[in-house]
């Protein structure tokens, strides 16, 4: 059965900070990978999608990695801004969808 | 342009009651999904469907039921309610492949008492 982990579970920086959230999964048999915000009491915002293909993707400040064969992903965030503040989920397609618990991240101004 | 909506955004029940959680996309999306989001447990995929007429169980099925008799539709009913079905519930929808991005709604967040 597919496993999804996010490390750290909660992060707190200055504005500005480069930041990496992480994300692991333990079956490395998926078609793509997504990472997602969740903004308090909202849904979930869509930011980036890695087809089991690729490497990696990018979306201006943002940029995720993909190493299927160790079962990882990273969240790259540039230049960190507090509208940045939010819960930050990894969600991974193989049979089915499986997502993580997700990085509560707060940016200080 | 309207996306994805859910109805009712807050509802509460009781024990044993029938429950229908609306969904309604207007891309005319394929794919339509049911997720519950609680703590401890975060994400979890109830039902799925490709298509009018086609669905599938996830990984937390028992409890709930589902149709699609249209292609912008997609409701949750909760034959008969209980305490452990209290949670958020989240629709999203996506286009002609489960491998393309999901879009989600704003949720409907359910107390069963």
């Known amino acids: 059965k597919q496993e999804v982990t996010q490390i750290p579970a909660a992060l707190s920086v200055p504005e500005g900070e480069n930041l990496v959230l992480n994300c692991s999964f333990t079956?490395?048999?998926?078609?793509?990978l997504q990472w997602f915000r969740q903004d308090p009491g909202k849904g979930l915002t869509s930011l980036l999608l890695?087809?089991?293909?690729?490497r990696e993707q990018t979306s201006g400040r943002l940029n995720a990695s993909l190493d299927k064969s160790s079962g990882r992903s990273t969240l790259y965030i540039a230049a960190s801004q507090p509208g940045d503040s939010a819960t930050y989920l990894c969600?991974?397609?193989?049979?089915?969808?499986?997502f993580g618990p997700g990085t509560r991240l707060s940016v200080l101004p | 342009d309207a996306g994805i909506t859910q109805s009712p955004r807050y509802k509460i029940t009781e024990t044993g009651r029938q429950v229908t959680l609306m969904c309604h996309q207007t891309?005319?999306?394929?794919?339509m999904f049911w997720y519950r989001q609680d703590l401890g447990h975060g994400l979890r995929l109830i039902y799925y469907?490709?298509?009018?007429?086609?669905?599938d169980k996830g990984e937390v099925p028992d409890g709930y039921v589902v149709s699609r008799s249209k292609t912008e539709n997609f409701p949750l009913t909760l034959e008969s309610a209980t305490r452990s079905q209290t949670s958020v519930y989240f629709c999203?929808?996506?286009?002609?492949?489960?491998?393309?991005?999901?879009?989600f709604g704003p949720g409907t967040r359910l107390l069963v008492l």
């Open positions: 891309w005319s999306h394929s794919y």
């Open positions: 469907s490709a298509a009018a007429d086609i669905t």
């Open positions: 079956d490395s048999a998926i078609y793509n």
């Open positions: 890695i087809q089991s293909s690729q």
């Open positions: 969600a991974v397609y193989g049979q089915n969808f499986v």
């Open positions: 999203a929808s996506s286009g002609v492949s489960k491998q393309e991005t999901q879009y």
